[in-house]
C-alpha cells in the first residue's frame, strides 16, 4: 500500500496512482456539488506539487462561495506546515 503524503479524515491523494479518493466523507458520499470538489481536489494538488500561493488564493476564493469549511481549515493547516517545515 502507498503512503499517502496528504491525508485528512475525509479524502487521501495518493501520488503513485495520481488521484484522489474523491468523493468520501466519513464513509458517506458527499453533499457537495462536483464543481466544489474539484475545486477542492485541485487545492490539495496545489499543496501536493508545492504551489503554496495560489492553494492559499484558491482556499480565500472558495471560501467566500462556501463558507467556513473542515477541509479548507485543513487545506490551510497543510499549507502553514509545508511553509514552517518543508513537509
Given at each position: ?5 496528504i491525508?485528512?479524515v ?7 496512482v ?13 453533499t ?29 476564493e ?26
Amino acid at each position: 500500500e502507498a503512503n499517502c503524503p496528504i491525508q485528512g479524515v475525509d479524502q487521501f491523494y495518493w501520488p503513485e496512482v495520481g488521484q484522489f479518493n474523491w468523493p468520501l466523507t466519513m464513509g458517506l458520499e458527499t453533499t457537495r456539488p462536483n464543481d466544489v470538489n474539484d475545486w477542492l481536489r485541485k487545492i490539495y494538488e496545489q499543496i501536493d506539487v508545492g504551489n503554496l500561493e495560489l492553494a492559499t488564493n484558491s482556499i480565500r476564493e472558495l471560501e467566500e462561495v462556501i463558507g467556513e469549511d473542515p477541509d479548507l481549515a485543513k487545506a490551510a493547516v497543510l499549507i502553514k506546515r509545508k511553509e514552517l517545515i518543508g513537509k
